[in-house]
Structure formats: structure tokens, C-alpha cells
């Protein structure tokens, strides 16, 4: 946004030029070109890959209607990014001023800002034309600052009358704003930034005109106040809105030793997960705080960051349909208490917390354990190297299940169509058309589920249970059909999720869910009070047999690893086809085999 608006202001110069004594546009790009050049190459080392990552992120199109116009604030008093100071209305309305170039740039710029302020398409557009954001209109506090700089030694040649003019009216407007507001007026009057900024307004009006009068003694005293009213004011903002409504006063030394962010307790455990590749991975997260293996430093599987690798998010979202236990866009987290996925994937240890009740992944086993938490293993963590000679088509998968796609994975290799040695033959059978369903606490017909009491939904009475049934595979549907519904929660049996509002910026806009509970005779889907679309149901039954067979036949590959190098030792004396790692593909990877270049490919992908 820098670089787009600096572009333009540039440009804009080039054409209306604010004073005679200015450089030709010729010199100016002498300076400019070679300034921007070596700007460019010093900053190139981030912004490069940081550009690349932000392109190649993925976030759901915004598919609300966006308004051109919506005054959603008010701009003299309870803005939370934008507020017009008393001085520039009250030049706004002095005729003179706008002969004199400087100003009349400037405040046009201003004035172009406070339209942006109020179109949610503009906000959409300088966010990707994505949801509205308005995080550019800092820069219009910089165009308010230079139009009020070029005004104020021009006070003198504003007439008496203009003076009184602009001062009645800016007068006027403050009080029927402070008393009226968009906000309503018990917002405004409880607010130490509505007081001090009518307060400010009236004195300004003050000295404005006295400075009219008599330049010399209380030009002085007018740059003084201003100077301390815009300080109080900042401060007063910054306690108000960000201290307080913020919740930054809850940031301090107790809370970030705590458990919402990182105890003594945690890491005493986390220090105890030992790896058993070189890569293994820990599956905790800190009350939701997607980066926390980032603050806690242990290899983990959670991540928020608007530069995230797009094809991992579409294997969560699209390949595998996997609940992070949250909806929102640009994160990844855990791998929905899959244990096949967890073997795959390499997550040889989850920690938990001991007063929630958070459902544990099949085989795995408690090894350790303290007052507040307890540390579990995965004793079928598979090779962080995998050889295979069986290589399933991806287009093959496309039709299939979830649970099949994981099957494939374990028992091979996914590769694109033209690397496959043989079909998969899945061994699943959808069982709900066996399973009685039944509404509780609403109605449900033709795939639309209304729920009257405060929780309903539906019960899936499966029956008696095989012994060997170890969990089922639930994949569905789900959209609230209420456009105002807030974050609803949804519950199967043991599993919890929370799922966005059709409102929501930060909603995925993928509806389509897998969720692994543990095998019951009767699987109860529950959500408050409304109105949803709940269908295209399918039930998948798991006794794991696969997933023992991959750790049993999978022979340890010798892997070392350094900072920018991986080496594998392996002797392919039965003519494996295809190596693969459980890394997100990216641009850059290179790959030797006895020291001769070899093609790398992206695999498991696309179903």
C-alpha cells in the first residue's frame, strides 16, 4: 500500500506542481530511479519470498455483497482509525485557503481518504478485493497533517467574515455530531476521547480566531496546544481503544508465563516429547494460538500467517477435509485426532490439558504427565522416508472417500495419473443407508435441519458394534442458513468444533467436513437453535488394519539433517519406484542421487 500510494502521490506531482521553484520531472526520476533501485535490492531478501508467499497464500473469496457507501463511524469523534481534527474543518470551510495550491492539493487528498473511510468497495480493494479492511487510512492522517501545515501561516488571509463563517459552522457541526453521533449519544458521552476532542474543537475555534487578529502573540500558543491536545488525544485513544477495549492490558509478564500462552508446565513436558525422526512433530496448541510452536520452539502442526503454502490449506480443506477444531482462514492445525494422518505425517507426541476433555487419536498412549497437563505417544509414527512400488492415480481418488484417501496413503504413494502402477480397489462400504436417523430437539426434512429448542440435531443410531471397529468416518454438509446467525458450535459425540458466521471475514467458505470419532452405537450431532443445510451424509468404519500394516512393513530409512540439507541413505535393492517426504512442496527444493539431479515431484495432492 506504501508503494501504491507513494506511486500515485508521485505521479499527481508530476502533473500539479505546488510551487514554480520545483524540480523538472526529469530530475526528479534521476533521484527517484536509482533510489528506488537500491531500495528494492536491500529489501529484496524478505520482500521477495515474503510477496511469493502472500501470492501463493490462499484465502476464500469474499462472497458477501459489498457496499460502495456505508457511513459506519463517526469521523470527528469515535473513529478507530480515521478522525478529523477541528483545525482542518475549520479550513475546510475558509474560501481563501483554496487558492493557494499546497492546500487545495492536500485537502482534496484528505477528502478522497474520508471517501475511501467510508466505501467498503475501497477497503475491499486495497484487501485483494477481498473482505473490506480500511488498514491504509494512516495514510490519510499524513494528508490531513500537510493540508493543516500549509494552511496555518496562510490564517491572515482569511477574511473576518470567512473566519466567523467557518468558525460558526465548524462549531455547529462538532456539537451536532458530539450530541447526535452514529454511534448513538451514551457512546459518546462516556468516552475521555469524545470529551477532550470537543473540547479541543472549541479551543481551536478559539485561537484560530484570536490568532486572525493578532498573529504574532498567539500563533505560539495555538501550535502549543495543538501539539498537546493531539498528544492527549493519542494517548487517551491509545488507552481507550487499544489498553482497554483492545485487552492489550491483559498483555503483561503473569499472562505470558501463563497457560493461555506459555507455562512452565507445558514446556516441562514438551521437553520430555523426544523425537524419534528427525522431524517429528507435537500436535499443542496454547487456547487456540495457532503459533504457538513458533513461540514455545518445538517442531509442531498448527500455523496462522497470510503467507502460507495455498496447497497445504487445500489439502486440509479439499483433500482431506480435515476440522481444526476452529474455522477461520489462513491456518492449519492438528490433523482432526486422525491417527493414520498422525502416522503419516509424523506427530509422535500430543499434549493435553488435563480439565478439558479433548479426545485422543487411536494407539496412542500416555508417557508422562504433571499437574496441569499430560503427554501422550504415537507408537505408529511411520519413517520420515517412505519407499514405495505401489503408486495410486489421483484421479482414481477423486471419487472416492476420505478414509480411502488416507487407506492409499498407507498403503503407497499418490502420484499424478501418469506415474500410477496400479488402480486402488477400495475395501469400504458407505454404511448410512443402514443407519436410522432421527431429529432431536427440531425437525429434519429434505436435508434442512431446524432446530426449535435451545440444542437439537440429529442421532445416528448405528447399532452393536464389532469389535474390531475401532472409529467411525462421519463426512456431511453443513451451512447455517440464517445470513445474520453468529459463530454457532458443533458437537459429534466426543468432537468439538466452532464454526464461522455467514457474516464473517474470516469464514473458509468450506462447508464440507470429515470428523473421526470414536465407533458408538449412536452418533449424536448437536447445534444451538436454527435453521441448516445438513446432508450428503457418508459413514466409514476404521479398524486400523492399515495403518498397522504400514508400521510393521516399513523399514527405518537412515535420514541426517542440517540446516539447509537432507541426507537419505537407502539401498533400493527391491526397485521402489518413488521416495516421498512428508514436506510441503515448494520452489527451490533440489534433489541429488548419487550425485546425479533428479526430478522432484508433488504428491498427495489434488484429489
Known amino acids: 500500500m506504501n508503494f501504491i500510494f507513494i506511486g500515485l502521490y508521485v505521479v499527481l506531482r508530476f502533473v500539479i506542481q505546488l510551487s514554480d521553484s520545483e524540480a523538472s520531472v526529469k530530475q526528479q526520476l534521476k533521484q527517484y530511479v536509482p533510489a528506488v533501485v537500491i531500495g528494492f535490492l536491500i529489501g529484496a531478501i524478505a520482500f521477495v519470498p515474503a510477496v511469493y508467499g502472500y501470492l501463493n497464500n490462499y484465502r ?12 459506519h463511524d463517526n469521523l470527528l469523534f469515535t473513529s478507530r482509525l480515521f478522525i478529523l481534527p477541528a483545525i482542518f474543518v475549520f479550513f475546510l470551510f475558509c474560501k481563501k485557503l483554496y487558492t493557494y495550491k499546497p492546500f487545495l492539493f492536500f485537502s482534496l487528498l484528505s477528502l478522497l481518504f474520508v471517501i475511501f473511510h467510508f466505501s467498503p468497495m475501497a477497503g475491499s480493494m486495497f484487501n485483494g478485493f477481498s473482505a473490506p479492511q480500511f488498514r491504509f487510512q494512516y495514510m490519510g492522517s499524513f494528508a490531513l497533517a500537510a493540508a493543516v501545515g500549509f494552511a496555518l501561516p496562510q490564517i491572515r488571509q482569511i477574511s473576518k467574515r470567512n473566519m466567523i463563517f467557518a468558525s460558526i459552522t465548524t462549531f455547529v457541526l462538532f456539537t451536532v ?5 452514529y454511534v448513538g449519544p451514551s457512546s459518546l458521552f462516556q468516552s475521555g476521547q469524545a470529551y477532550l476532542l470537543l473540547f479541543s474543537a472549541i479551543a481551536t475555534l478559539f485561537l484560530l480566531f484570536s490568532t486572525w487578529r493578532n498573529m504574532k502573540r498567539w500563533m505560539p500558543l495555538l501550535l502549543v496546544f495543538l501539539l498537546l491536545s493531539q498528544l492527549g488525544l493519542a494517548n487517551i485513544y491509545q488507552k481507550e481503544r487499544l489498553f482497554e477495549n483492545g485487552n492489550l492490558h491483559q498483555t503483561s509478564t503473569d499472562f505470558l508465563q501463563s497457560r493461555e500462552y506459555d507455562h512452565a508446565s507445558q514446556r516441562e513436558l514438551l521437553n520430555e516429547a523426544t523425537p524419534r525422526e528427525p522431524l517429528s512433530r507435537i500436535e499443542w496448541v496454547a487456547d487456540f494460538r495457532n503459533n504457538t510452536p513458533l513461540v514455545q ?18 489439502f486440509y480443506y479439499e ?12 491456518r492449519y492445525s492438528g490433523f482432526g485426532d486422525r491417527a493414520n494422518l498422525h502416522s503419516l505425517f509424523q506427530v509422535s507426541h500430543k499434549l493435553v490439558s488435563n480439565d478439558k476433555d479433548v479426545p485422543i487419536p487411536y494407539g496412542f498412549n500416555e508417557v508422562s504427565s504433571n499437574e496441569l497437563y499430560t503427554l501422550y505417544e504415537n507408537p505408529h509414527v511411520l519413517p520420515y522416508a517412505r519407499t514405495a512400488s505401489t503408486i495410486f ?9 476420505i478414509l480411502d484417501r488416507e487407506h492409499a496413503m498407507l498403503n503407497g504413494i499418490i502420484a499424478a495419473d501418469g506415474f500410477s502402477t496400479e488402480p486402488f480397489e477400495s475395501t469400504l462400504e458407505n454404511r448410512i443407508g443402514e443407519v436410522d436417523i432421527q431429529p432431536v430437539g427440531g425437525t429434519y426434512e429434505e436435508g434442512v435441519l431446524t432446530v426449535t429448542e435451545e440444542q437439537g440435531g440429529l442421532d445416528f443410531n448405528v447399532g452393536e458394534r464389532m469389535e474390531d471397529e ?6 456431511f454438509y453443513i451451512e447455517n442458513k440464517s445470513k445474520t446467525a453468529p459463530l454457532f458450535p458443533l458437537t459429534i459425540n466426543e468432537f468439538s468444533t466452532s464454526r464461522k458466521s455467514l457474516q464473517s471475514i474470516y469464514r473458509t467458505d468450506v462447508n464440507d467436513l470429515t470428523v473421526r470419532i ?3 452405537e449412536v452418533i449424536s450431532l448437536r447445534v444451538p437453535k436454527g435453521s441448516y443445510r445438513l446432508d450428503q451424509f457418508e459413514l466409514y ?3 486400523y488394519e492399515n495403518l498397522h500394516n504400514a508400521a510393521n512393513n516399513n523399514d527405518d530409512i537412515p535420514v541426517e539433517m542440517s540446516d539447509r540439507k537432507i541426507e537419505i541413505s537407502y539401498d533400493n535393492a527391491t526397485n521402489q519406484q518413488m521416495l516421498a517426504l512428508p514436506v510441503p512442496y515448494e520452489r527451490g527444493w533440489e534433489v541429488t542421487v548419487n550425485g546425479q539431479s533428479a526430478d522432484i515431484k508433488q504428491v498427495t495432492i489434488h484429489f
Open 393 to 401: 492415480s489421483e484421479d482414481d481418488l477423486t471419487n472416492m472417500s
Open 319 to 330: 483433500d482431506l477435509e480435515i476440522d481444526m477444531n476452529r474455522e477461520s482462514v489462513s
Open 297 to 314: 520452539d518445538f517442531h509442531g502442526v498448527s500455523a496462522y500467517s497470510s503467507v502460507l503454502n495455498q496447497h497445504l490449506l487445500f
Open 470 to 475: 475401532e472409529d467411525d468416518y462421519l463426512s
Open 541 to 543: 468404519t476404521e479398524s
Open 177 to 181: 455530531s458530539y450530541v447526535i453521533g
Open 60 to 71: 476464500p473469496s469474499f462472497s458477501r455483497p459489498i457496499e460502495w457507501f456505508d457511513l
Open 518 to 520: 470414536e465407533a458408538n
